[in-house]
């Protein structure tokens, strides 16, 4: 079993970063990826790292976010830019262990964290 906890949310102005940080229990080995959900919406995935070995992401935050991993120190990060009104939502982070064909999806992933609040003014 794998617990998760994130940190680093908050309130930024549209164009600003920030850094999500979750703090796991240990995740070697295991697919670890970002989600997100905005009210009234369903959980969307948002970048992954699959099995410590390449990195994914949605279309939207291409370019934009950067998904990291140190397994020494059971950290997973999600390193924001330019951040958009759009990317206002709850974030967490799960590990599972996924294959290809499925990490975008969240039933791929059966530990999750508690989520921590974006929230990204205009």
């Known amino acids: 079993q794998v617990q998760l906890v994130e940190a680093g949310g908050g309130l930024v102005q549209a164009g600003g970063s920030l850094r999500l940080t979750c703090t796991t229990s240990?995740?070697?080995?295991?697919?670890v990826a970002w989600f997100r959900q905005s009210p009234g919406k369903e959980r969307e995935f948002v970048a992954a790292?699959?099995?410590?070995?390449?990195?994914y992401y949605t279309d939207s935050v291409k370019g934009r976010f950067t998904i990291s991993s140190n397994s020494a120190k059971n950290t997973l990060y999600l390193q924001m830019n330019s951040l958009r009104p759009e990317d206002t939502g709850v974030y967490y982070c799960?590990?599972?262990?996924?294959?290809?064909?499925?990490?975008?999806?969240?039933?791929?992933?059966?530990?999750w964290g508690q989520g921590t609040q974006v929230t990204v003014s205009s």
């Open positions: 799960a590990a599972g262990r996924a294959i290809l064909s499925s990490l975008r999806t969240t039933d791929a992933y059966a530990y």
């Open positions: 240990g995740h070697s080995g295991y697919t």
């Open positions: 790292w699959f099995r410590g070995q390449n990195t």
